[in-house]
T-cell receptor, first 113, second 119 residues
Framework: AQTVTQSQPEMSVQEAETVTLSCTYD???????LFWYKQPPSRQMILVIR??????QNATENRFSVNFQKAAKSFSLKISDSQLGDTAMYFC??????????FGKGITLSVRP | DTEVTQTPKHLVMGMTNKKSLKCEQH?????MYWYKQKAKKPPELMFV???????INESVPSRFSPECPNSSLLNLHLHALQPEDSALYLC??????????????????FGPGTRLTVL
């Protein structure tokens, strides 16, 4: 079985600052993908960033980057230069060979002006 | 066209009504998914269609009836729902269905959802 744990239910950050969202996971598979999804109040689920487990290099997408620690089964998301539009719920997710997405409980991020 | 569309955006129905949710994608994806999401919770998988055939039913009550008329269209027929069925219903698609292998072709693209209220 796959599990994804997001232990922080809420975080708040000042606009233009940097924030890190934590995620740990467990899987018995050797190859898998990890994702961070963003869900703003409009409730559209948007893919922020993906990481392939066999790639050691951390993924980066503009202001978003991950710290992927495979041995520790940790997958944190760093948001640099936070913007008001980053206010949303963020879900960490894992998929393996069965292609089922296992989601964490999510974290609500608020960006303060 | 690189998006998944869902109609309607909002739906209010009584417990005796019959209604349908529609999902459409024109990306040539061969797998489509229905999820149910309660407020402040992660999405829960309901159904998976692979090459227009139902491949996964996550023990969903029969008052929810999925249908995949063609590779671009996915419906969810609703009948005799309960107030606890009120939720956001998300549709997703991926290039290929679950195959026992992991790759970008399994990545899921989500639609904007239908917010359902059952009175």
């Amino acid at each position: 079985a796959q599990t994804v744990t997001q232990s922080q239910p809420e975080m708040s950050v000042q606009e233009a600052e940097t924030v890190t969202l934590s995620c740990t996971y467990d899987t018995s598979e050797s190859n898998y993908y990890l994702f961070w999804y963003k869900q703003p109040p409009s409730r559209q689920m948007i893919l922020v960033i993906r990481q392939e487990a066999y790639k050691q290099q951390n993924a980066t997408e503009n202001r978003f980057s991950v710290n992927f620690q495979k041995a520790a089964k940790s997958f944190s998301l760093k948001i640099s230069d936070s913007q008001l539009g980053d206010t949303a719920m963020y879900f960490c997710a894992l998929t393996g060979a069965n292609s089922k997405l296992t989601f964490g409980k999510g974290i609500t991020l608020s960006v303060r002006p | 066209d690189t998006e998944v569309t869902q109609t309607p955006k909002h739906l209010v129905m009584g417990m005796t009504n019959k209604k349908s949710l529609k999902c459409e994608q024109h990306m040539g994806h061969r797998a489509m998914y229905w999820y149910k999401q309660k407020a402040k919770k992660p999405p829960e998988l309901m159904f998976v269609y692979s090459y227009e055939k139902l491949s996964i039913n996550e023990s969903v009550p029969s008052r929810f009836s999925p249908e995949c008329p063609n590779s671009s269209l996915l419906n969810l027929h609703l009948h005799a729902l309960q107030p606890e069925d009120s939720a956001l219903y998300l549709c997703a698609s991926s290039p290929l269905p679950p195959s026992g292998r992991v790759g970008r072709y399994n990545e899921q693209f989500f639609g904007p959802g239908t917010r359902l209220t059952v009175l």
